[in-house]
Each structure stands twice: as C-alpha cells, then as structure tokens.
T-cell receptor, first 111, second 114 residues
C-alpha cells in the first residue's frame, strides 16, 4: 500500500526566516507529485506539480519554490517567509494523473 | 476559464437529516468530477468520483450524479450522522488540463448535531 508522509506537522516561524517542508511517498514508483496550499477556512490552491525527478512546474508561485531531488521526495521551500504564507500545506500524489491522494498536511504560522 | 462553484459555506443539520450540497462547474472540456472530504486537522480524502456524464458515484451513503445538461454534481446523503461533520469539496479535472490539476470549489462545512 502507498503511504505519504509530510514533515513537519506544524511550525511557527518568524517573518523573513527560511522554510522547508518535505513530503515522502512510499510504495509507488514514479508518482506525480503536487503541492497545495490552503489558507485558514479557504479552498485548496495548487502551487506546484512534478511528473519526474528534477522536473517541477509552477502553477502559482507565492514566492515559494519546489524541488524533487528523489523519485519519492518533494520539497517546498522559501528563503524569506511572508505573513501571507501562513496556512496549511498539503502534498499529494497521483498514479494516473486523475485521482489525488493527500498527505496529512503541514500547518504553518508565520508571526 | 475552468471553475467550480459551491454556494453554501456552512450547513448545519441534525442527525438523520437529508444532506444536499450544491456544486456546479464550468469548462469547455470533458471533466472528471470529484467530491473530497476533509476532517478537522487532516488532508482531504477522496469521497467519490465520476468520469462519465450521466453516471452516478456513491460511497459511504453519499451520492452524486454527473449532470452534463445542468453542469452540476450535487452531493446528497439521505441520513447524515455526527461522524459526517467535515468540510466537503467539489472538484473538477478537465482531461485536457495539466496533469493532475484539479479545480476545487470553496468548500462546504457540514456540522451535524447529535
């Protein structure tokens, strides 16, 4: 069975500090990977997707970047956080490009 | 452009009430339609999906029919329970769009009072 793990579960960070969120998928070879962002009480907005190692496509940047260093790993990062980065970050995978399977999410509070 | 519209931000029901959550979509393509459910503090999980127009999807007592004529995909359940309390998202993927790109509606929070 496939599993998806996100880390950290939650973070409180200062404005201007760096951020790195991670996501690992086990049990699925060459998955399509996605980052979504959800403001508190808001809908889900796709940020990035990747169909293969080393290749990432940006949908909405929000002053964030993403990388896929390994087949099973997807990283979301920024060098300088803004207050507007607060929210819930969700990693997801898909095998067929149709159905998405989400991780448990990482909650970020920027102060 | 492609979009999904859910009008109700919050729905409050008592146990065993009938649930209806409105969802309409807009696209020029041939979409696959989804309902996702998100419990508090968790990531969304797939509730049901329908790929073909005029077909119905069902799961855990929830149903939705892909109505191409009215471009709707309303979610229904005959008798809700307290454990159904969650946020429900209607979503659409145009098969011609970027791989895996889903358009989500605004979400509807369902509160079921025991």
């Amino acid at each position: 069975a496939q599993t998806i793990h996100q880390w950290p579960v939650a973070e409180i960070k200062a404005v201007g500090s760096p951020l790195s969120l991670g996501c690992t998928i086990k049990g699925k070879s060459s998955p399509n990977l996605y980052w979504y962002w959800q403001a508190t009480g808001g809908t889900l907005q796709q940020l990035f997707y990747s169909i293969t190692v080393g290749q990432v496509e940006s949908v909405v940047q929000l002053n964030l970047s993403a990388s896929r260093p390994k087949d099973d790993q997807f990283i979301l990062s920024t060098e300088k956080l803004l207050l507007s980065h607060s929210g819930f970050y969700l990693c997801a995978w898909s095998g067929d490009g149709n159905t998405l399977y989400f991780g448990e999410g990482s909650r970020l509070i920027v102060v | 452009g492609d979009s999904v519209i859910q009008m109700q931000g919050q729905v409050t029901l008592s146990e065993n009430d009938f649930l209806f959550i409105n969802c309409t979509y807009s696209t020029t393509g041939y979409p696959t339609l989804f309902w996702y459910v998100q419990y508090s503090g968790e990531g969304p999980q797939l509730l049901l999906q329908v790929t073909t127009a005029n077909n119905k999807g069902s799961s855990r007592g929830f149903e939705a029919t892909y109505d191409k004529g009215t471009t709707s995909f309303h979610l229904q359940k005959t008798s809700v329970q307290e454990i159904d309390s969650a946020v429900y998202y209607c979503a659409m993927r145009d098969r011609g769009s970027a791989l895996g790109r889903l358009h989500f509606g605004a979400g509807t929070q369902l509160i079921v009072i025991p």
